[in-house]
């Protein structure tokens, strides 16, 4: 599956952006999504991920509670909703996509996700 991520942008500390992650190519709903971000300097970590249902989300502990990961299959669309952002939420955000056979899923790691976005910048201001 193709993936297009979108959204990034330059915000204020404790602002709020949504990014979006349009799939193409194959079909959405037996996708298993996840969210990634790599800083500068630093390694890509792991953000969010959802299962193909829908049904389960995950967290790393850094965004617990302040990002979410929703999906819109209908639109072939996985989302990536911050708010409460700090400057340490600067990095270039990616998405992912890996075909799971079981609806509840979720992947943490990325070496386990085949298919990659381009990445999108979010910049966070102090």
């Known amino acids: 599956v193709q993936l297009q991520a979108s959204g990034g942008g330059l915000v204020q500390a404790g602002g709020s952006l949504r990014l979006s992650c349009v799939a193409s190519?194959?079909?959405?709903?037996?996708?298993?999504m996840g969210w990634f971000r790599q800083a500068p300097g630093k390694e890509r970590e792991f953000a969010a991920a959802?299962?193909?249902?829908?049904?389960?989300?995950y967290y790393a502990d850094s965004v617990n509670g302040r990002f979410t990961i929703p999906r819109d299959d209908a639109k072939n669309t996985v989302y990536l909703r911050m708010t409460s952002l700090k400057p340490e939420d600067t990095a270039v955000y990616y998405c992912?996509?890996?075909?799971?056979?079981?609806?509840?899923?979720?992947?943490?790691?990325?070496?386990?996700?085949?298919?990659w976005g381009q990445g999108t910048l979010v910049t966070v201001s102090s």
């Open positions: 959802i299962s193909r249902s829908g049904d389960y989300q």
């Open positions: 992912a996509a890996e075909e799971t056979l079981m609806e509840s899923t979720m992947i943490i790691a990325a070496d386990e996700y085949d298919d």
């Open positions: 190519g194959r079909t959405f709903s037996r996708y298993a």
